[in-house]
């Protein structure tokens, strides 16, 4: 009983704590389990400067971040690939980087990437051309 009281007198209603209900989520569908940790994305870093990273499995990319060691600017490049692709490339999505700066991107919902995820740098926009490995990544998937 609430201890709680209405200014007309009248006691304030109780309600009953329910457990909060989480939507429906393509990783639980994916199996990932129950536990609501395991809802969250998973987490993979380049552990040294790196020209490029490479996820080889299909999944939902939340976000990344990605930190440019070069004094130039550089173009980051997100495929949909299982390897990296050839100097030459289409990418799926660019992004430009500023020289010695930090470029972070979300995507919620997240983007699926059917084949895998490919994000590199490259020294020119519309197509490939793998830059240096003086940049760090931080991808977020599930």
């Not at 996820?55 to 600017?73: D, E, K, M, P, S």
């Not at 490919?118 to 197509?127: L, P, Q, R």
Request: glycine letters at 8%.
């Amino acid at each position: 009983m609430s201890n709680l009281i209405y200014d007309d007198g009248a006691p304030a209603p109780v309600y009953p704590y329910e457990e909060p209900v989480i939507p429906s989520d393509p990783l639980m569908e994916r199996g990932r389990g129950t536990d609501r940790y395991e809802l969250l994305p998973d987490n993979f870093r380049s552990n040294a400067l790196a020209a490029s990273i490479v996820i080889a499995q299909a999944h939902a990319l939340y976000g990344f971040t990605v930190n440019n060691t070069n004094a130039a600017a550089q173009y980051i490049q997100v495929f949909d690939s299982v390897t990296l692709p050839a100097d030459g490339a289409v990418p799926d999505v660019l992004f430009t980087i500023a020289g010695a700066s930090d470029k972070g991107v979300l995507w919620l919902p997240p983007r699926r990437f059917r084949r895998g995820i490919v994000i590199c740098n490259s020294s020119t926009a519309g197509t490939k051309t793998i830059g240096s490995a003086d940049c760090f990544f931080d991808v977020q998937f599930g």
